[in-house]
């Protein structure tokens, strides 16, 4: 028999649980991967730029594999139908998989654990894609922090060297089933399209993370580190972050703090995927105007900060995160837009989409969220650009026609568009 390791967000040999733990086993260990149908079928744009990542970083893995004899296992269809076909191919010993927060993953693994469990077979899961589970940074009363500064303070008091700590994979790579290379089915066969597109570095240069504090609220500069694309899809590990950033930069730590913060949202929260984490922000009237939800998304609402993020997103599928913050605003203070619309367009476009940062972020820009800045605070997109782009170098970069008369006029005028976000926003947040 042997055991099979379910890699799903975490596309990596090395630093890795749950490889760890099956190659320790003893048993003969391959590992899988599955193009969900579930969630590629539905997906409006055959040309993503994700799908020809993970294409990618598998057939990298395959290429490693190979090397030691053995292979990856790559399946496209659902998960269940998978593990019906995997059980009636191999012997199956155990499997081992990192745990995932997402309300969709939770229940998949759910009824695959169930399907294991009538063979006989046991499904271990381990902690992987954050430094602390969910209910390891948790309140003096047990329960878990919504406010992220406390959350932080109990997250640092907590870390010892212990949880950063490498899984040494590497010494059990001898422990992978000889088995010959197994083909990938090609984007084609899904119905994709191959994004041809030179993906971020997983080593970012050491100036990165020097500079972090002081660079990185620029967007016109390399200022931040663009891992974003590699920890959502388990490309690097966040153990080997954490050590990197416990030696460079304390500011930089607070943002991978964030990232663990809104994973433990997520998965006690699980109502805010689809509702504002406060009930009363239910109550907003948003106006949705086809014209305006169109101009946001395509950057053309003649606020030229506004503009230079949402025309990166489109271009390139991320966006910096100074401009990530005000379009998100934008759209939901200045246009009344209801900020899942604003979500649900950056979830399909952004390369480093995580459905746990990108709803914790708009939330917290939409007021509802956790921690969220009060409502009254309406970014102003003009004095923002003022003071992170002063140079105007990010907007001359993603709006060339900037200054001339082909770029619009502004869609509204901030002094009242404030005005009318905060009105409204009192009227129905009044108890
Ligand atoms: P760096 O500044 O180098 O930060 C390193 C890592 O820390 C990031 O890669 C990310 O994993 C984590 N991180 C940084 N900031 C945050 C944050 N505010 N919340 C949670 N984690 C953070 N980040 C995503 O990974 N996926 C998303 O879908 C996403 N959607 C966002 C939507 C909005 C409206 C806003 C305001 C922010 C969003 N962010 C999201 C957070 C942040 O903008 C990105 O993580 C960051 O811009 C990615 O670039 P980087 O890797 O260079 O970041």
Not at 2 to 23: K, N, Q
Not at 114 to 129: V, W
Not at 152 to 179: A, G, I
Not at 309 to 330: D, E, K, T, Y
């Amino acid at each position: 028999p042997i055991s099979i390791c379910w890699l799903r967000r975490d596309l990596r040999l090395d630093d890795s649980a749950a490889l760890y733990y099956a190659l320790k086993s003893g048993q003969p260990v391959l590992p899988l991967f599955i193009f969900d149908r579930a969630i590629l079928d539905p997906l409006a744009d055959r040309h993503d730029r994700r799908v020809s990542f993970i294409h990618q970083q598998l057939h990298q893995l395959q290429k490693q594999l190979t090397q030691m004899g053995s292979t990856l296992l790559v399946y496209y269809d659902e998960p269940i139908a998978v593990w019906k076909q995997v059980l009636q191919t191999f012997s199956v010993a155990a499997v081992y998989t990192n745990t995932d927060y997402e309300t969709y993953a939770k229940q998949r693994d759910q009824r695959v654990q169930e399907l294991l469990k009538e063979a006989g077979i046991q499904l271990h899961t381990y902690k992987d894609q954050a430094i602390f589970d969910t209910n390891e940074v948790l309140t003096g009363s047990k329960t878990p922090y919504s406010v992220f500064g406390a959350y932080q303070r109990k997250w640092k008091d907590t870390l010892t060297d212990f949880y950063v700590r490498s899984y040494p994979t590497e010494s059990y790579f001898h422990h992978f089933h000889k088995r010959t290379a197994q083909p990938i089915p090609s984007l084609e066969s899904m119905n994709f399209q191959e994004v041809k597109e030179d993906f971020p570095a997983t080593q970012v240069p050491k100036e990165v993370l020097e500079n972090y504090a002081k660079n990185r609220d620029k967007p016109a500069l390399h200022g931040t580190t663009e891992l974003s694309i590699h920890l959502r899809f388990g490309t690097i590990s966040i153990r080997h972050l954490v050590q990197q950033a416990q030696a460079q930069g304390e500011r930089f730590l607070t943002e991978l703090i964030w990232r663990d913060f809104y994973f433990q949202i997520l998965d006690h929260f699980p109502h805010v995927e689809h509702k504002p984490f406060r009930p009363a922000y239910e109550a907003i009237p948003w106006l949705n105007r086809s014209e305006d939800i169109e101009r946001w998304q395509q950057g053309m609402t003649g606020y030229p900060l506004v503009d230079a993020g949402m025309r990166q997103l489109n271009q390139v599928g991320w966006m910096h995160n100074r401009a990530r913050l005000n379009a998100a605003s934008f759209c939901i203070k200045h246009l009344l837009i209801d900020w899942r619309i604003g979500e649900a367009y950056f979830a399909e476009k952004l390369r480093d989409y995580d459905l746990s940062a990108n709803n914790g972020n708009w939330q917290w820009v939409a007021g509802s969220g956790n921690d969220a800045s009060p409502f009254f605070r309406v970014f102003n997109p003009i004095s923002q650009a003022k003071k992170f782009d002063p140079k105007e170098e990010y907007i001359r970069q993603w709006v060339p026609e900037y200054g001339t008369p082909d770029y619009p006029k502004p869609i509204i005028e901030h002094g009242f568009a404030r005005q009318r976000a905060i009105d409204t926003y009192r009227k129905a947040l009044r108890p």
